[in-house]
């Protein structure tokens, strides 16, 4: 008889969700593998080999689950539809909270598993009834800003073995164990758009037309193959040949302008930012006004800031100007190491007394709900 739980393990076939594997089976688990397949376009069949590989080593069984169907409703979509409107989305923080911890989760009920595991650098605290999401102990592999929109009904039941060791330990481990994905290349880009160029790919999927590139004065300096094309704060790629470099500022959907300005222009930077129908872990707001950390991004360093309630949302002010805020990424709040709340940066305006950002949940989360309740 096991010692411990019967628990379900998703394993990419890369390194890391390898160990997560091998060190619940090490802790005397019953370990079921679990691969998904999202996308016909990908080298899955690899991927899922090199699973299988893994998985007879540690004597453990591995299922696969198609779930490119859901993944094309709930992720491609998303990234199609923000990018249509002008916004640079985060398929990553989705597939998280739409397919893995909420599809595959689910099938562990299928399985007959008390709960489920991933090779996330992240960690999770029980404080009682509350579940807390806390960053991985590794600084440089922290993704918990990559589960920023999951809810204590899923972290509940989640796992992250792996949340509190190091990469190098990680490889360290798997190759003491002789396992096939020791020394695999951690993967990069979108899974769906397997090897075609990103540029290829939004040309196919939406419309893109050629435009100007404008100054925040107003003055037409270039122009430019797609506004989709770019990201807030790219300087290479814009084709500009002046000797003092020009950053994309903007993004203006509605008359097809990309929008520069040099390094220390005030349009490159935003103070404070206010958000609306922000996504806490707890299920509850804090006590505001509520000062913590945020991130912008993804790996960006913790910036400290103020939270503070109002009539409709919160805002938020940073002690130091944020560079390069892009409508569409995930705006992830921390308390120390924990996760304590998330939000979708929308859009951004200017003001005369600040520059100013909204941020909320996007509008395909609402078009998502919608057609769930269909």
């Known amino acids: 008889m096991n010692a411990q739980p019967r628990i379900m393990v998703a394993m990419s076939g890369g390194v890391d969700s390898s160990v997560a594997a091998a060190l619940l089976v090490e802790q005397g688990y019953d370990v079921v593998g679990a691969f998904m397949k999202n996308w016909d376009g990908c080298d899955w069949k690899r991927e899922r080999r090199d699973a299988m590989r893994v998985a007879s080593v540690l004597g453990i069984p591995l299922h696969t689950f198609d779930f490119e169907r859901e993944y094309r409703a709930r992720v491609h979509a998303y990234l199609v539809e923000e990018y249509r409107a002008g916004r640079t989305p985060n398929p990553d923080v989705l597939c998280n909270s739409e397919i893995k911890f909420d599809l595959l989760l689910k099938a562990t009920h299928d399985l007959d598993c008390a709960e489920m595991a991933t090779g996330h650098y992240a960690r999770v605290r029980r404080d009682g009834s509350l579940t807390r999401l806390l960053k991985g102990v590794d600084p440089k592999k922290d993704q918990s800003y990559f589960l920023c929109r999951l809810v204590q009904a899923q972290l509940t039941r989640t796992q992250f073995p792996i949340g509190a060791l190091t990469k190098i330990e990680v490889r360290r481990r798997a190759r003491a164990l002789g396992l096939a994905t020791a020394d695999k290349k951690d993967s990069q880009g979108l899974c769906f758009v397997g090897k075609v160029d990103m540029a290829l790919f939004l040309k196919s999927a939406i419309d893109v037309r050629p435009g100007k590139i404008v100054t925040t004065s107003g003055k037409v300096v270039g122009t430019h193959d797609g506004v989709a094309f770019y990201t807030i704060g790219?300087?290479?790629?814009?084709?500009?040949?002046?000797?003092?470099?020009?950053?994309?500022?903007?993004?203006?959907?509605?008359?097809?302008?990309?929008?520069?300005?040099?390094?220390?222009?005030?349009?490159?930077?935003?103070?404070?930012?206010?958000?609306?129908?922000?996504?806490?872990?707890?299920?509850?707001?804090?006590?505001?006004?509520?000062?913590?950390?945020?991130?912008?991004?993804?790996?960006?360093?913790?910036?400290?800031?103020?939270?503070?309630?109002?009539?409709?949302?919160?805002?938020?002010?940073?002690?130091?100007?944020?560079?390069?805020?892009?409508?569409?990424?995930?705006?992830?709040?921390?308390?120390?190491?924990?996760?304590?709340?998330?939000?979708v940066i929308n859009y951004s305006h200017h003001t005369m007394k600040q520059d100013s950002i909204i941020l909320e949940t996007g509008e395909f989360l609402a078009l998502r709900k919608k057609k769930s309740s269909m």
């Open 234 to 343: 790219q300087r290479k790629g814009l084709g500009i040949g002046t000797e003092e470099p020009y950053f994309v500022v903007e993004r203006r959907h509605h008359t097809n302008e990309l929008v520069v300005a040099h390094e220390g222009d005030a349009a490159l930077y935003r103070t404070e930012i206010k958000a609306a129908d922000v996504q806490w872990i707890s299920g509850n707001a804090p006590t505001f006004p509520f000062s913590c950390t945020a991130q912008i991004r993804y790996r960006q360093q913790d910036q400290n800031c103020t939270i503070v309630q109002k009539v409709v949302g919160i805002t938020v002010t940073f002690d130091e100007p944020q560079r390069a805020v892009a409508p569409g990424q995930f705006m992830v709040f921390y308390d120390g190491d924990e996760l304590i709340g998330s939000g």
